[in-house]
């Protein structure tokens, strides 16, 4: 079983050209996500499955019906919202928000107000114009997590809840190596292997809830409120 954990503060990467992070801008976010559109749900919907339920379970559950989902992607996870709540999904891929678009048409999904191609460091959408936001799997994907996190506080009403669901760097082990090893190819893999909580948050104490999930853990899902 899976449950609360504590999450230490990032120690720093050893300064080593191999530990240095690659630098991620918008088209090669748009450039990797092209490519991986067609074979996404394929490739990365079975292990992320459980983390993504994880998530809208606990916006289900939560007070405030308009919700916006940040890097909705091919919408995996509309489906699995309640009824009463009414999405927002926005992405920087149209290709993504293609194959989510046939899913809300296929599925019926009344609830999905809109879906739009947008850049979730510099949003469209007025202050406090969400209840809540969610980003799953898309803090390791934007240039900058902080930038991500100052937006969705933004758009979310005074009260409101941040969730987001990552793959958090390992601190030690062969996880370690393989992540900072990976970290060079960034910019091809369209995200960062070597993303650290304090990439996001000042520290884990700005976190009303930080969870492990399945599978072993792989996935976090961190609770913070507006």
């Given at each position: 079983?899976t449950?609360?954990?504590?999450?230490?503060?990032?120690?720093?990467?050893?300064?080593?050209?191999?530990h240095?992070?690659?630098?991620?801008?918008?088209?090669a976010?748009?450039?990797?996500y092209?490519?991986?559109?067609?074979v996404?749900?394929m490739?990365?919907g079975?292990?992320?499955a459980?983390?993504?339920g994880?998530a809208?379970?606990a916006?289900n559950?939560?007070?405030?019906?308009?919700?916006?989902?940040?890097?909705?992607?091919?919408?995996?996870?509309?489906?699995?919202?309640?009824a009463?709540?009414?999405v927002v999904?926005?992405?920087?891929?149209?290709?993504?928000?293609?194959?989510a678009?046939r899913?809300?048409?296929?599925?019926?999904l009344?609830?999905v107000?809109?879906?739009l191609?947008?850049?979730?460091?510099?949003?469209?959408?007025?202050?406090a114009s969400?209840?809540?936001?969610?980003?799953?799997f898309?803090?390791?994907?934007?240039p900058d997590?902080?930038?991500?996190?100052?937006?969705?506080?933004?758009?979310?009403?005074?009260?409101?809840?941040l969730?987001?669901?990552n793959h958090?760097?390992?601190?030690?082990?062969i996880?370690?190596?393989?992540?900072?090893?990976?970290?060079?190819?960034?910019?091809g893999?369209?995200?960062?292997?070597?993303?650290?909580?304090?990439?996001?948050?000042a520290?884990a104490?700005?976190a009303?809830?930080?969870?492990e999930?399945?599978?072993?853990?792989?996935f976090?899902?961190?609770q913070?409120?507006?």
């Amino acid at each position: 079983m899976t449950g609360p954990v504590t999450i230490q503060a990032a120690r720093p990467l050893q300064d080593q050209p191999s530990h240095r992070r690659a630098s991620l801008d918008a088209e090669a976010v748009r450039e990797a996500y092209r490519r991986w559109a067609g074979v996404y749900d394929m490739v990365f919907g079975a292990v992320s499955a459980p983390a993504r339920g994880r998530a809208v379970a606990a916006v289900n559950r939560l007070s405030g019906t308009r919700v916006l989902e940040v890097g909705v992607g091919t919408g995996l996870a509309l489906p699995l919202y309640r009824a009463e709540k009414q999405v927002v999904g926005i992405d920087l891929s149209a290709e993504m928000l293609a194959h989510a678009r046939r899913r809300v048409a296929e599925q019926g999904l009344g609830n999905v107000e809109a879906l739009l191609e947008m850049d979730a460091e510099a949003m469209t959408f007025a202050d406090a114009s969400f209840d809540l936001a969610v980003a799953m799997f898309t803090a390791t994907v934007v240039p900058d997590a902080r930038k991500l996190l100052a937006e969705m506080r933004r758009v979310v009403k005074p009260g409101g809840q941040l969730l987001f669901v990552n793959h958090f760097r390992a601190e030690r082990g062969i996880r370690w190596w393989a992540e900072r090893s990976m970290a060079p190819l960034a910019r091809g893999l369209g995200w960062h292997p070597d993303f650290a909580l304090t990439d996001l948050l000042a520290s884990a104490a700005e976190a009303t809830s930080i969870e492990e999930c399945a599978p072993f853990g792989l996935f976090t899902l961190v609770q913070v409120p507006n």
